[in-house]
């Protein structure tokens, strides 16, 4: 089984195709338009799910079947008919276009990139996968991280987000940015949030870097 190495990748204004129009394909495709990717799916037929979102704009649909040619312009490709054969020409263009593809017809096969279970809060992304050895497992994972890390974790990772764009704009020098951006990391915020205490905005923020530049000054 290979070894995988995690990516998060920037699928904004991204071409992504799917091939298939079942329940797997909605889902990709759910992920996918979430992720602000520019979706096109290929198949005679699609689920109900997909027609709306075909509706109401959110995705491009060829109503046919796969023909060769069809990945050409795509960042991503994902194989996802019940067709072994039409799949394995879905993969082999791909491959010959150096496309990154994903063949979600039959776990058992190797794949180019998996597509992993994941957990959102806000900005907080998780993602699980077991690389094909237990699905099943990896939605269990899910559902316990889903139960472990609530709505809190959104918050928190907001103002981190927040409090590093501030650093940005108001610290020019590079050593006292990293300074105060460790510091940030070793803020205990959580109780707070949990607590429904914490409100700090963008006033208290900007006290904050500057009290500790201060400090760190000294």
Known sequence: MPHYMPVMLNLEGRRCVIVGGGTVAARKAAALTEAGAVVTVISPGVTAWLQDRVREGEIAWLAREYREGDLKGAFLVFAATDSRQVNDSIVKEAEMLGIPVNDTADGRRARKFYHPHVVRRGKLVIGVSTSGAGP??????????????GDTYEQYVEFLSLV?????????????RKRLLARLGEL???????????TRGANE??????????RNSG
Not at 136 to 149: H, K, Q
Not at 188 to 198: E, M, V
């Open 205 to 214: 923020i900007a006290a904050w870097i500057e009290e500790e530049q201060r």
């Open 136 to 149: 099943a497992a990896a939605r269990e994972l899910c559902r316990e991280i889903d139960r472990r890390f």
């Open 164 to 176: 590093r764009t501030r650093v940005k704009q108001q610290v020019e020098d590079k050593e006292r």
């Open 188 to 198: 205990d915020i959580l109780p707070s949030i949990r607590q429904g205490g914490f």
